[in-house]
């Protein structure tokens, strides 16, 4: 039983959005044979960034094809020598990428302080400034303070940079993420990035923002201008499997309600959990030798949970990622907190 992808909607095996595939390959070829700005955008690809862009209430969005190059382009195109880059200490590696890759001054502050952040921008000169940060973090599972960065932000004159790719389709009344569930509006956060291979179930990103804004990346973003783009079948899977997340809001609902019973049954046994009310749940272990060992001891008995470890978190921060999913049943999430309390007193975890 798989507690360690991303698939939160339970979208990637869905057979609509496999025949959406299918059909498409059939039609338009397995792969698009050039970039963008060549030969290689086509009809699938316009339909789906339209699509996007009214999901996410944002004038345009493109397409990329990962997240990575996503994060990238963004902070690349919008940074330069000279200028200043401000990073959430937790950030994702591409985020990290691509303030070093910019060329301008890099900076992190303390995890979620938005204190810290506007400090930063108070001191710099005036030149151009862009925060970046995760919406929901990747290994943590809790929200940025967007809203706190987002009047940092415009006091001073910056640009937000919100990596959304696990809030968009999990988080907020419609599932429209982390800024719909904390009521922050576009403005707040000009620059939204998401990415189609964790609710949505498929493969690629996209940037979202003003006209203005995507023009600029059409013209400036390397990530999307010198690589081949995204296959259309995978634009045409993603197109049916966002059409099933707006109309089915019970896998949403589910996921979530999901989340809340394996978090009470989890405190309930003692398993050291972190502070997240998303689908992220890290089970802290501390140092990796018990993380991979607990690994094993999940895994013989049938649970797909991954150690993760430094480098990717801190020293001392080991822990296991569970991560929580529309397909899962009531029945298998019980069962890997019965296997978690196990696992933990059999490591001798300090369950508080």
Partial sequence: MDFGSNDYLGLARHPA?????????????????????????GTEHARLEEELAAFTGRER????????MANLAAVTALAGRGELVLLDRLSHASLIDGALL??????????????????????????VAVIATDGVFSMDGDIAPLAQLARAAEAHD???IVDDAHGLGVLGPSGRGSLERLRLSCGDAPVLVGTL??????????????????EFLLQKARPYIYTTALPQPVAAATRKALDIAQHEPWRRERLLALTERFRAAASHAKVPLAASD???????????????LAQQELFNAGFWVVAIRPPTVPPGAARLRVTLSAAHTE????????QLSRVCARVQVACE
């Fill in 61 to 68: 969005a493109l397409l990329f094809s990962t997240g990575y």
């Fill in 102 to 127: 910019s060329g301008a001054r890099f900076r992190r502050y303390a995890h979620a302080d938005a204190q810290a952040a506007e400090r930063a921008l108070a001191e710099r000169s005036r030149d």
């Fill in 197 to 214: 291979g964790k609710a949505f179930g498929t493969f690629g990103a996209f940037v979202a923002g003003t006209c203005e804004l995507i």
């Fill in 17 to 41: 959005v496999a025949a959406a595939m299918s059909e498409c390959a059939a039609r338009c070829g397995a792969g698009s044979g050039a970039s963008h700005l060549v030969t290689g955008h």
């Fill in 278 to 292: 998303t689908p992220i749940q890290p089970v802290m272990l501390g140092d990796s030798h018990t993380a991979l």
């Fill in 158 to 160: 910056a640009w937000l």
């Fill in 331 to 338: 029945a298998q999430v019980d069962g890997l907190v019965e």
